[in-house]
């Protein structure tokens, strides 16, 4: 037997080639939904592919045929034969059944199956979900269902309506006298530092407000000498912070700035005592915005359980890093909804200071929807 693969947007363009090809006896012996990345794998394409072969290579000629078309037996197929063949049709249903797009509740209406289908494909849970393509139904008219453009724009409408944002951190003063003051939390390796140095620039190049940086992290050398020439680059003082006393002088030096910016030591969302340590440095610095840094590319587990661990220095804020690295949107937008903290910034590169955003709850959302693919 000699099978051969055949890809396709969907199950009737697969078996119009197969018909072409093999004719319209051709058995199928597999058939799965794959995604399929394209364009620097930012872009998700669906297809399906048959494995198929040519039925006189799985069966002797003289034996009767099942057919595509009218499923017949030739009279002389023998009762054993039979049932083997509806077997092998039985298994080719549950197949096709098994790998292909999530089966949508009865709730969702026709026209929007395939963006339930790509909602759960960029990992947003069914739960939420089915609350938004509800939302969706409800509030468009049965002429406004059947325009995927219309339907597309209330998806991303009502998804932005599980995001909680900030109402502009950029552009927020100082409630008390004091420099308006932010400090940046999180585990290692999400791009704390970097995202010190963008929100700076943004402050001293976009607004032309006095900036200073102030770092903790003291653990490692690289992370000071990276934030020292960042600061070099913009034009702001820094100063390095070892422990409280150290923290209040630098604060005091910098008591004239419009902005002071806190960069701190990545931690383990596992070591309670570090995260006890950075807890005391936080409350003798009295922050205005404590923002809890997460990558993007992280899972969903791991996002959660670091939000949770670093709850306990009173963050109240959230910044999404590496977006243009992110596998799932849909994905981070369900973790910020349960996290219920505000959303402040988002990044989607290395450079400063162009690589970051302030967060807006429509543009995450536009992430899910347009790059789930099909109606993008």
Same mark, same amino acid.
């Given at each position: 037997?000699?099978?051969?693969?055949?890809?396709?947007?969907?199950?009737?363009?697969?078996?119009?080639?197969?018909?072409?090809?093999?004719?319209?006896?051709?058995?199928?012996?597999?058939?799965?939904?794959?995604?399929?990345?394209?364009?620097?794998?930012?872009?998700?394409?669906?297809?399906?592919?048959?494995?198929?072969?040519?039925?006189?290579?799985?069966?002797?000629?003289?034996?009767?045929?099942?057919?595509?078309?009218?499923?017949?037996?030739?009279?002389?197929?023998?009762?054993?034969?039979?049932?083997?063949?509806?077997?092998?049709?039985?298994?080719?249903?549950?197949?096709?059944?098994?790998?292909?797009? $999530?089966? &949508?509740? /009865?709730?969702?209406? *026709? !026209? +929007?199956?395939?963006?339930?289908? =790509?909602?759960?494909?960029?990992? %947003?849970?069914?739960?939420?979900?089915?609350?938004?393509?509800?939302?969706?139904?409800?509030?468009?008219?049965?002429?406004?269902?059947?325009?995927?453009?219309?339907?597309?724009?209330?998806?991303?409408?009502?998804?932005?309506?599980?995001?909680?944002?900030?109402?502009?951190?950029?552009?927020?003063?100082?409630?008390?006298?004091?420099?308006?003051?932010?400090?940046?939390?999180?585990?290692?390796?999400?791009?704390?530092?970097?995202?010190?140095?963008?929100?700076?620039?943004?402050?001293?190049?976009?607004?032309?407000?006095?900036?200073?940086?102030?770092?903790?992290?003291?653990?490692?050398?690289?992370?000071?000498?990276?934030?020292?020439?960042?600061?070099?680059?913009?034009?702001? $003082?820094? &100063?390095? /912070?070892?422990?409280? *006393? !150290? +923290?209040?002088?630098?604060?005091? =030096?910098?008591?004239?700035?419009? %902005?002071?910016?806190?960069?701190?030591?990545?931690?383990?969302?596992?070591?309670?005592?570090?995260?006890?340590?950075?807890?005391?440095?936080?409350?003798?610095?009295?922050?205005?915005?404590?923002?809890?840094?997460?990558?993007?590319?992280?899972?969903?587990?791991?996002?959660?359980?670091?939000?949770?661990?670093?709850?306990?220095?009173?963050?109240?804020?959230?910044?999404?890093?590496?977006?243009?690295?992110?596998?799932?949107?849909?994905?981070?937008?369900?973790?910020?909804?349960?996290?219920?903290?505000?959303?402040?910034?988002?990044?989607?590169?290395?450079?400063?200071?162009?690589?970051?955003?302030?967060?807006?709850?429509?543009?995450?959302?536009?992430?899910?929807?347009?790059?789930?693919?099909?109606? /993008?």
């Amino acid at each position: 037997m000699n099978p051969r693969t055949y890809l396709a947007d969907s199950m009737e363009q697969a078996i119009a080639a197969v018909r072409r090809d093999l004719g319209a006896d051709a058995v199928i012996l597999e058939s799965r939904r794959l995604r399929r990345r394209r364009f620097f794998g930012l872009l998700v394409r669906h297809v399906v592919e048959l494995q198929v072969a040519k039925a006189d290579e799985i069966r002797p000629r003289h034996q009767g045929t099942t057919t595509f078309e009218t499923g017949s037996v030739e009279p002389e197929q023998a009762p054993s034969e039979v049932a083997r063949e509806l077997g092998l049709i039985r298994t080719m249903v549950e197949r096709v059944l098994d790998d292909r797009d $999530p089966v &949508a509740p /009865a709730a969702v209406p *026709s !026209e +929007l199956v395939d963006f339930y289908a =790509d909602l759960i494909s960029q990992e %947003v849970s069914e739960t939420l979900a089915l609350q938004v393509v509800e939302a969706v139904t409800a509030s468009l008219s049965s002429e406004e269902l059947s325009n995927p453009e219309s339907v597309r724009k209330a998806l991303v409408d009502h998804l932005a309506g599980f995001i909680p944002v900030s109402s502009g951190t950029l552009l927020s003063s100082s409630p008390d006298g004091r420099p308006l003051t932010l400090a940046l939390v999180g585990p290692t390796g999400v791009g704390k530092t970097t995202t010190v140095a963008k929100i700076a620039a943004a402050y001293r190049i976009r607004q032309n407000r006095k900036v200073g940086l102030i770092t903790l992290d003291t653990y490692r050398i690289a992370a000071i000498d990276q934030l020292r020439t960042y600061a070099e680059i913009i034009g702001v $003082p820094m &100063a390095v /912070a070892r422990c409280t *006393s !150290e +923290l209040a002088r630098a604060m005091e =030096d910098m008591a004239d700035r419009d %902005v002071i910016l806190i960069d701190t030591a990545g931690r383990s969302q596992k070591d309670s005592a570090r995260i006890s340590e950075l807890k005391t440095m936080l409350e003798a610095a009295r922050p205005h915005e404590t923002h809890l840094v997460l990558s993007g590319t992280a899972s969903r587990s791991v996002l959660l359980q670091e939000a949770e661990e670093f709850s306990r220095v009173g963050i109240d804020h959230v910044v999404l890093t590496k977006l243009d690295e992110a596998v799932s949107f849909g994905m981070l937008v369900e973790v910020v909804h349960r996290i219920g903290t505000r959303l402040s910034f988002l990044t989607t590169g290395q450079e400063v200071p162009d690589h970051i955003e302030t967060a807006r709850s429509d543009r995450l959302a536009s992430m899910v929807i347009g790059e789930g693919g099909r109606h /993008a």
